[in-house]
């Protein structure tokens, strides 16, 4: 047997380091304008050529205060930060990823594949379940929030980038849905966010968003490398899993849907489905936009062309607590969608029941017959009749 077989006779090994990265740094961006009311676009650009930036390690700063007037209790909702937007959009030369409701979108995922560990590494991004960000004394707040957890694609896509990068983020009409008011005196009232609603007035001085990207330096010979390839235009793969959101209100009153959700590509045909659904929780002070309503939900099914998921029927019982095969479901995707055998889940049963997602596994597929199209119906069964201003969300 060769002894470099076995490493405890490797005595005279070389000690090897890994020098390929010279230097790391943070550098700031600010957007073009410092407007940030409501419905305002904050564009932010980032163009450098030579230079290699992990997009997917960078940060969003935004700051701020709340100005409350009236003796009512306020206080921020779990993921806050990320509901001050109705849509964010990544542009690396071409769009890349855009996604609309991120508050909706990063809530879902976050419950489906975050961790306690994680929770508590992104508390300093309004992330902090099971509770909720603080404000500091003075209502002031700031958070420092992961692009990751806006964009997917900076989950998947771990690579440097090099060259013209934008980012856009739509302010949301309004901030009801960062915030819980507990009122005191029926005059309360809340100015809520970066911004006074009310009166539609921007106060400057208590107001920042900046863009914090971490920039790598390469040693001279793979930087070499890399800028041959840019001026030779080699064709860059950015494989990841978009997350997309199609919302429909729901027939009040009635017991069951058939929803013609989208048609799409081949390539874009969806590998999971998550289905959710709120009772008169967005833009409503007093309720809370993180939590999803089971709306006494017995069954759901996926139509993709002509394959049906689940094959058979789910039988839940929300009345009896019997819902068995909903959580079961919420709780094996992590480990599919993320590829690992840990399940470390944060939402338990009893939990789950508030929090409601019906998780549906369509990615093992047969691939020898690729239609060019793909229509997503879904057909929604209940034991009772839909509340009134019920929102389903199928992502």
């Known amino acids: 047997m060769s002894t470099n077989q076995r490493p405890m006779f490797n005595v005279f090994r070389k000690v090897n380091f890994d020098d390929s990265i010279e230097k790391i740094e943070w550098r700031t961006y600010y957007p073009y304008t410092r407007s940030f009311r409501n419905n305002d676009i904050i564009e932010i650009v980032i163009n450098q050529s030579t230079l290699f930036d992990a997009t997917y390690d960078s940060q969003l700063l935004v700051s701020g205060k709340i100005i409350k007037t009236g003796d009512g209790d306020v206080s921020f909702v779990n993921n806050a930060p990320v509901f001050m937007f109705s849509s964010v959009k990544y542009m690396y030369l071409v769009e890349m990823e855009l996604v609309q409701d991120p508050g909706i979108v990063s809530t879902v995922r976050g419950y489906l594949c975050y961790t306690s560990e994680d929770s508590k590494h992104l508390a300093i991004s309004g992330w902090n ?18 692009l990751r ?196 889940l944060i939402l338990d049963y009893d939990v789950f029941n508030e929090r409601t997602l019906f998780v549906i596994d369509c990615s093992r597929r047969d691939e020898n017959e690729r239609p060019s199209t793909v229509d ?8 009772q009749g839909f509340p009134e201003n019920t929102r389903a969300y199928c992502i």
């Open 129 to 146: 379940f099971p509770n909720s960000p603080k404000l500091n004394p003075d209502r002031t707040f700031t958070f420092l929030i992961p």
């Open 149 to 344: 957890h806006f964009f997917n694609i900076f989950n998947d896509y771990r690579t440097v980038i090099c060259g013209m990068q934008t980012l856009h983020f739509t302010r949301a009409n309004n901030d009801a849905n960062c915030f819980i008011v507990k009122e005191k005196t029926p005059t309360s009232t809340v100015r809520a966010c970066l911004i006074e609603p009310y009166k539609r007035r921007l106060t400057r001085d208590i107001q920042n968003v900046e863009l914090k990207i971490k920039r790598i330096y390469p040693e001279s010979g793979i930087k070499e490398k890399l800028l041959e390839g840019v001026a030779a235009n080699n064709s860059i793969i950015m494989p990841y899993m978009q997350w997309d959101v199609q919302v429909k209100t729901l027939a009040a009153g009635a017991i069951s849907d058939a929803w013609a959700v989208k048609t799409t590509s081949h390539v874009e045909s969806p590998r999971y489905v998550i289905v959710c659904f709120q009772v008169e929780k967005l833009d409503k002070l007093k309720k809370d936009p993180t939590y999803f309503d089971h709306i006494n939900i017995t069954n759901i099914k996926l139509s993709l062309n002509a394959e049906s998921f689940p094959t058979e029927r789910m039988r839940l019982n929300f009345d009896n607590n019997d819902y068995n095969e909903a959580h079961f479901r919420y709780t094996e995707f992590q480990s599919s969608y993320l590829n690992c055998s840990e399940k470390r």
């Open 376 to 383: 997503v119906r879904l057909e929604i069964e209940a034991a």
